[in-house]
């Protein structure tokens, strides 16, 4: 593969050429003395940082609100965040031809909740701060930047490329000085290594979801969550006023709130195929719950009967809008 080593600064001028033209945004990060936070960037770049140590949101959710027909938009994001702009692509929620997708190699983030968190976006969480980082970084399934159209990759000599993987990803070197070189070098982020498979048992799930206050900050912080009338907005799931007065009368006492177990159970099947294991919902509850044990286990357990990875390809199909005969003949549980 050829690719391009960079300097300081040869990214965002590359970026800024796409600004220049004036019908183009960028989304990546923004570091000052306050921190590091998403941004879309239009005209300049200002304080631009590729890199980001701290997880508050997945992109993904931004582009989604962003997104509209016809928009030109280059993503500067980490890889878990372009993973979900590729599921979205598959479900219909963006459309990829004007937008360029570029993937950042992640050496793992602390919660955006955690106090005393150093603004220095190119902190390696995982490698010097293991036990501060989130669990979805210690076990994310891809890590590298080789999601998307290009990659920004660090080699062992700690040295920066920009590798492309589409046509695009080439259009988007094209604008990187230098010369194209072959890529030999060994790479600091190696591929990960497969998971055990997720188990659990229906008493361990009620302990730990018993302190859910149904806020549904997970649903409306996932990247992949998109429905516009999601089911437990009414009342067919989560009954209220006389509809749940009558079924208490008709079915006795329960627990306040009443649904959260089905409300999980439903979320997790909604988005098993889809998840990307970032831990946007995990980050979003009030309540410490342990979600992304549960969606990042159990969407990653499902994926793995269809081998399939969320976000690895454009090209694969959802396994769960595809018919195949016999493809499950071989499967293990």
């Given at each position: ?39 879309v ?33 280059a ?8 993973r979900?702009y ?31 968190v150093p ?17 979805a970084?210690a ?10 159209d ?5 080699d062992?000599?700690?040295q920066?490329?920009?590798?492309p ?5 080439g ?13 030999t ?58 509809a ?26 909604h988005v ?17 719950i ?9 969407s ?24 195949l ?8 549980d």
């Amino acid at each position: 593969m050829v690719g391009k080593k960079i300097t300081n600064g040869q990214i965002e001028g590359a970026l800024n050429k796409l600004l220049s033209g004036g019908d183009c945004l960028v989304m990546g990060f923004e570091k000052d003395s306050a921190g590091i936070r998403h941004r879309v960037f239009k005209d300049s770049l200002g304080n631009m940082s590729i890199t980001n140590h701290i997880f508050a949101l997945n992109g993904g959710l931004y582009l989604r609100r962003l997104f509209s027909k016809g928009a030109r938009i280059a993503l500067v994001l980490r890889p878990c965040e372009i993973r979900s702009y590729v599921e979205l692509v598959k479900l219909s929620q963006v459309e990829p031809e004007n937008i360029i997708a570029v993937s950042v190699d992640c050496f793992g983030t602390i919660s955006s909740k955690v106090d005393g968190v150093p603004v220095d976006p190119d902190a390696d969480v995982l490698g010097k701060e293991p036990d501060r980082a989130r669990f979805a970084c210690a076990n994310c399934r891809e890590r590298r930047g080789v999601v998307g159209d290009a990659g920004v990759r660090l080699d062992v000599s700690g040295q920066y490329w920009v590798l492309p993987y589409t046509e695009k990803g080439g259009k988007f070197l094209s604008l990187i000085e230098g010369p194209e070189e072959d890529v030999t070098v060994k790479m600091a982020i190696p591929p990960s290594k497969s998971a055990a498979a997720f188990q659990t048992d229906m008493a361990e799930f009620a302990k730990d979801f018993s302190n859910c206050i149904m806020c549904m900050n997970c649903r409306d912080m996932c990247p992949v969550c998109y429905c516009v009338d999601c089911v437990f907005n009414g009342d067919e799931y989560l009954p209220k006023g006389d509809a749940l007065f009558n079924k208490i009368f008709r079915s006795g006492s329960t627990d306040m709130p009443s649904g959260k177990e089905l409300f999980h159970l439903i979320r997790m099947y909604h988005v098993s195929q889809t998840c990307v294991g970032c831990g946007a919902c995990e980050e979003a509850c009030p309540q410490g719950i342990p979600l992304t044990k549960y969606f990042k286990g159990i969407s990653e357990r499902l994926q793995g009967i269809f081998s399939y990875m969320s976000g690895r390809d454009p090209n694969e199909q959802i396994p769960m809008v595809t018919f195949l005969e016999d493809e499950l003949k071989n499967a293990e549980d």
